[in-house]
């Protein structure tokens, strides 16, 4: 039930370096000679954080303040959370995360394995009527590809601002095996599917048709993102040699 750390090699000759935490033990993180988990960089606070391990979890302390540090969950397509500046013992709920702290190299990254979270089964697969699925997605149909394709620059950066347009999502998709003979009037009508149908976004009042088509695409990737309907394991589908 170990948590683990791991600084990336800084520099060619570099080798990552790692730490181990059973329940219980923490680390102090920051530029101070003597923390733990030193980075050695003027914009690095000389206390920034600690990281105690807890159980099948951990916690994480701004020790800065001035930044909240972002900690950011590279498998769950822009999840994050915050923890701002003196919050002590915030409950990091990812298995797998990374810490950015903002340095002259644009940021350092500190990832944190944790155990594998326990889940309790559902009470209602025990008893009683079942409950609808709100976001029905049928993975195999070209919606779920133009979804992909929408999704993709978060999916692989969280911090990205990018969302594709129609005719980026076209380029995006030819070659991809049932995407041949798609149109960017085709584009734009699984872009409206899933935001009237499938996504069921709410809609901008008073503005034109430009923004109203830039905001329906935005508003599908947010969505998607924060309920999970799009994971990382997903993007081979955008191979064009599956």
């Given at each position: 039930?170990s ?17 181990e935490?059973a ?9 101070e000679?003597?923390?733990?988990v030193r ?16 159980s099948d ?10 930044l909240p ?7 769950g ?5 915050k923890?701002?500046p003196g919050?002590s013992?915030?409950p ?20 944190v394995f944790a155990?594998?979270?326990q889940?309790e089964?559902s009470?209602e697969r ?12 049928d993975r195999?149909?070209k919606?779920?590809?133009v979804?992909l ?12 601002l990018?969302?594709p347009?129609d ?5 995006r ?11 960017p009037?085709?584009?734009g009508?699984h872009?409206?599917?899933l935001a009237d ?5 709410k809609?901008?009042e008073?503005?034109?048709?430009e923004?109203?088509a830039?905001?329906?695409r ?6 998607a ?9 997903d ?8």
């Amino acid at each position: 039930m170990s948590v683990i750390l791991q600084l990336p090699a800084v520099g060619d000759a570099g080798t990552p370096r790692s730490w181990e935490l059973a329940p219980g033990q923490r680390v102090l993180v920051g530029r101070e000679a003597g923390v733990e988990v030193r980075i050695d960089d003027p914009h690095v606070p000389r206390w920034a954080a600690e990281i105690r391990a807890v159980s099948d979890f951990w916690t994480l302390t701004n020790l800065g303040g001035e930044l909240p540090l972002v900690v950011e969950n590279p498998e769950g397509g822009g999840e994050f959370v915050k923890v701002a500046p003196g919050r002590s013992g915030a409950p990091v709920p990812f298995e797998f995360a990374r810490i950015r702290f903002p340095t002259a190299r644009s940021t350092t990254d500190l990832l944190v394995f944790a155990p594998e979270h326990q889940h309790e089964a559902s009470v209602e697969r025990l008893r009683g009527e079942s409950t609808r699925v709100p976001f029905r997605l049928d993975r195999s149909a070209k919606y779920f590809l133009v979804l992909l394709a929408l999704c993709e620059p978060r999916l692989i950066d969280p911090a990205s601002l990018v969302v594709p347009t129609d005719r980026d999502v076209l380029d995006r998709l030819r070659g991809v095996p049932g995407c041949d003979g798609l149109s960017p009037s085709a584009i734009g009508f699984h872009v409206d599917y899933l935001a009237d149908h499938k996504l069921r976004v709410k809609e901008r009042e008073a503005v034109g048709a430009e923004s109203r088509a830039d905001h329906r695409r935005q508003a599908i990737v947010s969505l998607a993102l924060r309920y999970d309907l799009v994971r990382l394991d997903d993007m081979r589908r955008l191979d064009a040699t599956a």
